[in-house]
């Protein structure tokens, strides 16, 4: 069974940091494109992170360049989204996701391609707030 389990989520104030983890059974990360997204209330789901599924480059949407910072641990089947500089419109939850297929970051990040070849974990939830 493909799964996908996030963690790390919790309420942290302004300006603050968190690690969200992502780790994957069944399957190995390291083969395929791999994405943080995230949905606020009333919003649609919007791709924060990508790594592509061949030369590990990276995509960063434009609201969390140089704060964010994704990664990957093949080691541990693992995936990580470092959160620095936290704001209010942060708060998410926050989903992890691999594509069983060849998409490069940004691809991964507006989901190009069939859809059904991706897999998602459950969310993590990230409250920004004083």
């Known amino acids: 069974q493909l799964q996908l389990v996030e963690s790390g989520g919790g309420l942290v104030q302004p300006g603050g940091s968190l690690r969200l983890s992502c780790a994957a059974s069944g399957f190995t990360l390291d083969y395929y494109a791999i994405g943080w997204f995230r949905q606020a209330p009333g919003k649609e789901r919007e791709g924060v992170s990508c790594i592509s599924s061949s030369d590990g480059s990276t995509y960063y949407a434009d609201s969390v360049k140089g704060r964010f910072t994704i990664s990957r641990d093949n080691a541990k089947n693992t995936v990580y989204l470092q959160m620095n500089s936290l704001k209010p419109e942060d708060t998410a939850v926050y989903y992890c996701?691999?594509?069983?297929?060849?998409?490069?970051?940004?691809?991964?990040?507006?989901?190009?391609?069939?859809?059904?070849?991706?897999?998602w974990g459950q969310g993590t939830l990230v409250t920004v707030s004083s």
């Open positions: 996701a691999a594509y069983l297929g060849y998409r490069t970051g940004q691809a991964m990040c507006v989901r190009s391609g069939p859809v059904d070849l991706e897999v």
